[in-house]
């Protein structure tokens, strides 16, 4: 049994430690495969080559006219962000799970929740329910207030940097290229 549990215990490690990097996706480089990436009611946020930010919320324009009206052009874009909300069902479904598996176990082992009591025969079913209900509700919720900002759209640049550096002992000059 406790060697079971083990072995549970390290998968369920493995699925968690594992998730967080499942959804990482690059960004396209490709303008037209960023604007496809876009849709009405999205937040974006738009960073030029001389690195300022702006940020809009997208209506019935589409993001080219958009930036065009900004005075950006395609080529002056560095990169386009997209923030929307996560979706509400996997929050509701980790909160059903969380208030509703208690409950399951008990209902289970207690003749599914059937109460010996004229009157109050399904008391314990309702109070199940509800409970997993609400526990659905606020994982729903609680989805519903996390704002993921993805970046689906950088321009590639391989710019060459020179920075000198000098000291008593030398002189160098330090080259970078940023990506």
């Known amino acids: 049994m406790a060697r079971t549990c083990k072995g549970f215990a390290a998968v369920v490690m493995l699925v968690l ?5 499942a959804n990482a996706q690059e960004p396209a480089t490709e ?4 604007q ?3 849709r009405p009611g999205d937040v974006v946020h738009v960073t030029d080559s ?3 930010a702006f940020r809009w919320k997208l209506a019935d324009l589409p993001i080219d006219e958009v ?3 900004a005075g950006l052009s395609e080529k002056t874009v560095a990169s386009v ?11 509701a479904l980790i909160g059903l799970a969380i208030a509703g598996t208690p409950w399951l176990i008990v209902c289970a082992t207690n003749d599914w929740c ?11 079913r309702v109070t199940a329910l509800t409970t997993a209900a609400i526990g659905a509700g606020v994982g729903a919720l ?9 970046t689906v759209f950088r321009r590639a640049s391989a710019r060459l940097h020179a920075s000198p550096t000098i000291t008593p002992a030398r002189i160098a000059i330090r080259f970078s290229v940023p990506f």
């Open 67 to 69: 930036i065009r009206q």
């Open 50 to 52: 001389a690195g300022r």
């Open 31 to 34: 303008w037209n495969r960023a």
């Open 81 to 91: 962000a997209v923030e929307r909300s996560d979706s509400p069902w996997n929050g």
């Open 114 to 124: 059937y109460y010996n009591e004229y009157g109050a025969e399904n008391l314990l």
């Open 17 to 21: 430690g594992c998730a967080s990097g």
């Open 142 to 150: 609680v989805d519903l207030s996390i704002r993921q900002r993805n």
């Open 36 to 38: 496809s990436q876009t």
